[in-house]
Nanobody
Framework: VQLQASGGGLAQTGGSLRLSCATS????????MGWFRQAPGKEREFVAS????????SYANSAKGRFIISGDNAKNTVYLQMNDLRPEDTGVYSC????????????????????WGQGTQVTVSS
């Protein structure tokens, strides 16, 4: 499984970006998927995840109310819509896929995932 993240860039505080994660194979209807980020000098952290059903999602507290994870099975793509961006959202955002999971299972730990994309840089200016 190959994952390709895109859509990062420079945004101003309060702005929006939409990240995309294109997969070479089946998307979240077969594999739970997630987004993580790593800020400079910090460890990678969980941002959002989506279950195979597509109707169950989970968010880090920092992302709740501002970010939305969704997917399009027909396009084999998972998205992360990021609104009301803040400078602390700056970092490299990576998507990840897990081999197995129940229909409504969501996963928040780095160790839960089996495949990782290369990441896309998001920079939010104040």
């Amino acid at each position: 499984v190959q994952l390709q993240a895109s859509g990062g860039g420079l945004a101003q505080t309060g702005g929006s970006l939409r990240l995309s994660c294109a997969t070479s194979g089946r998307t979240f209807s077969y594999r739970p998927m997630g987004w993580f980020r790593q800020a400079p000098g910090k460890e990678r952290e969980f941002v959002a995840s989506i279950a195979r059903s597509g109707s169950v999602t989970s968010y880090a507290n920092s992302a709740k109310g501002r970010f939305i994870i969704s997917g399009d099975n027909a396009k084999n793509t998972v998205y992360l819509q990021m609104n009301d961006l803040r400078p602390e959202d700056t970092g490299v955002y990576s998507c990840a896929a897990r081999n197995t999971g129940s229909w409504d299972g969501v996963f928040t730990r780095i160790s839960d995932y089996d495949y990782w994309g290369q990441g896309t840089q998001v920079t939010v200016s104040s």
